[in-house]
């Protein structure tokens, strides 16, 4: 066989992925204590989905998250998320039962499993979300919490009862075709 045709035999799987992709998704977060309240929002999430197989993947860079305190946002990336040293969060995995789903404009529950990395440390996780497609994007949503301590996050005692140890995460994407 040629070795023209061959190296196309080998690479077009590999091109004819069905892959719907953003570069502006959004993550946020909330904190909620007697005390006070934090929340910060990321605009800057990268997320792709193979459409053949269901793969996921997103990644979040710490320092995208804006706050509407300024002193909070320096304290969350220099003293908790340390993202001079973990500059991304990020997640890798499936949505369960991908081949038995039929995306439509109608929204949908399913179930992701995979691995979130956060400050170096990776936790198997199992979610629910909400997944639809209108004519050209896909688009998903997830709402569920982590726990601060299962990351490594360390939060002073002087300030303990001012952050929650579990944290509310909103994930929202519109994903176009790559």
């Known amino acids: 066989m040629n070795r023209k045709y061959l190296l196309v035999f080998i690479l077009f799987p590999l091109i004819a992925r069905d892959i719907y ?6 993550v946020s977060f909330f904190s909620a204590t007697p005390i006070e ?3 910060a929002k990321n605009n800057q999430v990268t997320c792709v989905l193979d459409n053949d197989n269901g793969q996921v993947s997103f990644r979040i ?3 995208g998250f804006s706050f ?28 369960n039962d991908w081949d038995k789903l039929i995306l439509t404009k109608e929204s949908q529950k399913i179930k992701i ?29 997830a709402d ?8 490594g996050i360390k ?3 002087i300030v303990q009862k001012n952050i929650a140890e579990i944290i509310d995460i909103n994930i929202e994407v519109s994903l176009k075709k790559k």
């Open 21 to 26: 992709y953003t570069r502006s998704g959004t």
């Open 37 to 39: 309240d934090i929340s």
């Open 61 to 63: 860079p710490i320092l």
């Open 68 to 95: 509407k305190n300024g002193l909070m946002q320096e304290h969350f990336n220099e003293n908790y998320m340390e993202s001079d040293i973990y500059p991304n969060a990020s997640f890798k995995g499936m949505i």
């Open 113 to 141: 499993t995979g691995e979130m990395t956060i400050r170096g440390i990776s936790k198997e996780i199992n979610e629910t979300g909400i997944i639809n497609k209108n004519k050209k994007n896909i688009i998903g949503s």
């Open 144 to 151: 569920f919490q982590i726990k601060i301590a299962d990351y």
């Open 155 to 157: 939060i002073p005692k």
